[in-house]
């Protein structure tokens, strides 16, 4: 069970309590109190906050292939998972009439990779006098997506109606109750099924690697093992499954499933029945073991299930809206759905809860370290232990001294980390590289957010050792001032590739500065005695040192809280030497910006132009306030940073700026933190007003119920690859205070 399950979450004690107890029934008495939940009205949770929000996001659509991925590798359905599951859902549209009845999916990581199971897999269907009843025969269907729960509503004709609920009652399990109710002055006896058909990947041998079977309480789909390290990824282990609350029989043909109820329902005038089922998605068998404790409770109070995800999801959206305008509500909700869909529990290689950056996305379902400071920042503002866990997520990859292969990088946090590592077949696991050094600052944003000092003296030594590596490996000079680089591994082999990792070190992988054809290269580091460390581009990084200089005051605040008062000084004090060194060495007077300089002869590199990356020491608190009001001219003006949506990645006047380019124009929304915190540092609090809520308005989708996007065209506010991406939903949060 992950340590943030949902008992960290509840909002309410008794809500705890009767979990607990719930939790502890014996076999017999959780039948028996299933089948009084299917003899009675069940008492509706209180989800106020959820009603309040309905469709922030878009989660409408049915997928008709396997395969999510449109021409970017983007899944075009939005969809809903929660607590860390593996598995994810949306709605059928109105006009999707034939999947009405059931949710889209679910979606599935196949470890590392997104893939529909089912266009709906648990389509009910209710019959009278041995004729299915049109669901909508007496009104168009309502289907509605909540923070936190998918709601389908039908008017079946004739005073009969269905709701179905759709929430997630543990990181493996999702919880579906099906409500009939009879308005009607007569009583109505009807028959219920549920049927799904498979959707099978196209290419062998991931075509082959799903099995459909029944099962006494329901239906199955069994994987076997397929190894197909950019595709599919399966360990023959893996099963999703659906477990009814009350007495079904299922028949399978083919690809295909039909569960019945074993015997028909009656209602009474008045009356109402629930009919409730788990789908669970788990990856080995001792997963199942203990997820069978979650099933259980699920099906005997499934009330307090949903009361649970109510509570939780009110102290979510609470903390989240807290001072927030009113016009900017909707938009911090979609934040904090983002952020949850996006988490994903323990599994394989990933120890801790982790938000990866998208789960729409096939490539982005790993867990990233400069993604995760920034995630771990917004998540802090909501579920403060949600963002200490992922944090931990990473420093559980922390290289250590007595590695067997990296002890050179000792303290090093690798660049990605995803339920696979090399060992086990993983191609997307990256220790070449590192990323900025902002773990800091996300430590102390958590504590400073959650209160838990103990968290601070966990992460303190690994901190301590992460700045050190930088330090040590990275700084070419030994001059206090760093540069990206790469690890000595093999994917490392020739200069190109050293470089390459040195421009993804820097998390702005194609950004001008980084170009070899306009001289970007590495040297290497080596220590006392020879050995080699790693490399170092032959240019000194204007934000990397800026960053290395504000967690080095995070760290001093870490250390003065803890009552080490030594180290709090001597961080600070360096902070202040390398505040000294970037703004004497990196700003040039003629060109206005902060720039990244030579290795060798210590000149600034203004021939490649200005990038956002000089707004980093506003940000930190490096620039003098001459300095800084120089940065501002140029952040205001629409020739340069100023664009209709501001803060393009390359400056408009750049001959390298491209409005399509990754990091050559296009507008990220962290580095658009970084600039308009930076400007409210230095007292352009009015500008930084006018620019948020410029960037709100002109960004495509932000007002609307689209997803929040990767980066954003900067002459249009369109928006560019992928979409629900965890670092600008996490950084918008502390922006739409203002």
């Known amino acids: 069970m992950s340590p943030l399950d949902r008992r960290h979450f509840l909002a309410a004690a ?110 009910i269907e209710v019959g009278e006098h041995g004729q299915p009843l049109a669901l909508s025969a007496g009104a168009p269907p309502r289907l509605t997506a909540l923070p936190g729960r998918l709601r389908q509503s039908y008017d079946l004709g004739a005073g009969l109606t269905l709701r179905l609920d759709l929430c997630f009652a543990g990181n493996r399990s999702a919880l ?29 041998p991931q075509h082959a690697a799903l099995a459909l079977g029944a099962t006494a309480t329901g239906v199955a789909v069994e994987f076997a093992r397929v190894r197909e390290v950019w595709d599919f990824l399966t360990d023959g282990t893996e099963r999703f499954e659906i477990t009814h609350a009350n007495a079904v029989r299922t028949t399978v043909d083919g690809d295909s499933y039909r569960t019945a109820l074993s015997a028909p329902l009656t209602l009474v005038p008045g009356g109402s029945r629930s009919l409730d089922w788990v789908e669970t998605y788990t990856f080995t068998a001792a997963e199942r073991t203990r997820e069978a404790a979650t099933v259980d409770r699920a099906l005997t109070d499934p009330d307090a299930v949903g009361a649970a995800n109510a509570a939780r999801w009110q102290g979510y959206l609470d903390r989240a809206t807290e001072g927030v305008p009113a016009e900017r509500r909707r938009l911090a909700v979609k934040c904090v759905q983002t952020l949850i869909t996006n988490w994903r529990s323990p599994a394989g290689r990933i120890r801790h809860d982790a938000i990866t950056p998208s789960l729409s996305n096939k490539w982005f379902n790993g867990v990233w370290a400069w993604d995760t400071w920034k995630q771990a920042v917004g998540t802090a503002r909501f579920a403060p232990e949600l963002a200490a866990a992922q944090i931990r997520a990473m420093f559980d990859h922390q290289i250590r001294p007595d590695s067997p292969t990296r002890p050179q990088d000792a303290g090093m946090i690798p660049d990605c980390v995803f339920y696979n590592d090399p060992s086990t077949g993983g191609g997307n696991w990256n220790e070449r590289n590192s990323k900025p050094p902002l773990a800091a600052w996300a430590v102390w944003e958590v504590y400073r957010h959650g209160g838990d000092r103990a968290f601070l003296r966990e992460l303190y030594p690994q901190l301590t050792a992460y700045q050190d590596w930088w330090y040590r490996d990275r700084d070419h000079g030994h001059d206090g001032l760093a540069e990206y680089g790469a690890t000595v591994d093999p994917a490392n082999a020739a200069a190109e590739d050293c470089r390459q990792a040195a421009a993804w070190e820097s998390g702005m992988d194609n950004a001008p500065r980084f170009d070899a054809a306009l001289g970007a290269a590495v040297v290497p580091n080596r220590s006392a005695d020879g050995t080699l460390l790693g490399y170092s581009l032959t240019q000194h990084s204007v934000d990397l040192n800026a960053y290395l200089a504000a967690d080095k005051r995070h760290l001093a605040a870490i250390a003065e809280t803890l009552g080490d008062r030594s180290a709090a000084a001597r961080l600070r004090a360096q902070a202040d030497g390398v505040d000294r060194a970037v703004r004497a060495s990196m700003y040039d007077s003629a060109t206005g910006w902060f720039h990244d300089t030579d290795l060798a002869t210590g000149a600034r590199l203004t021939a490649r132009g200005r ?56 507008v990220w929304l962290d580095q658009a933190y970084f600039a308009l915190e930076g400007l409210r540092h230095y007292g352009f609090t009015a500008d930084a007003r006018d620019l948020t809520a410029r960037l709100i308005a002109v960004a495509g989708g932000l007002t609307q119920d689209a997803p929040l996007s990767e980066n954003y065209h900067p002459l249009t506010g369109a928006a560019r690859n992928s979409p629900n991406f965890s670092w600008s939903a996490a950084l918008l949060l502390p922006l739409l205070r203002g």
């Open 176 to 204: 579906v109750r099906a409500r009939l109710t009879n308005s009607a002055a007569t009583p109505r006896t009807l028959t219920v099924c549920w049927n799904g058909t498979l959707l099978r990947p196209a290419e062998q």
């Open 14 to 123: 008794s809500t705890a309590t009767a979990l607990a107890a719930t939790a502890a029934l014996p076999a017999t008495a959780a039948t028996a109190a299933t089948a009084a939940t299917a003899t009675a009205a069940p008492a509706q949770p209180a989800d106020r906050a959820q009603e309040e929000y309905p469709d922030v996001l878009d989660l409408h659509g049915v997928p008709a292939v396997a395969y999510p991925g449109d021409g970017n590798d983007n899944n075009p359905v939005t969809v809903l998972a929660d607590l860390g599951a593996w598995h994810a859902y949306a709605l059928p549209t109105v006009q999707d009439t034939a999947a009405h009845g059931g949710f889209s999916g679910p979606l599935y990581l196949a470890q590392e990779y997104p893939w529909w199971l089912s266009g709906g897999f648990s389509r």
């Open 611 to 666: 990038g956002i990356e000089g707004v980093v020491p506003l940000w930190s608190g490096t620039a003098t306030p001459a300095q800084a009001a120089s940065v501002r001219t140029r952040l205001l003006d629409p020739a340069e940073f100023g664009t209709r949506l501001p803060f393009p990645t390359v400056s408009r006047s750049s001959p390298y700026f491209d409005p399509e380019g990754y990091w050559r124009g296009l």
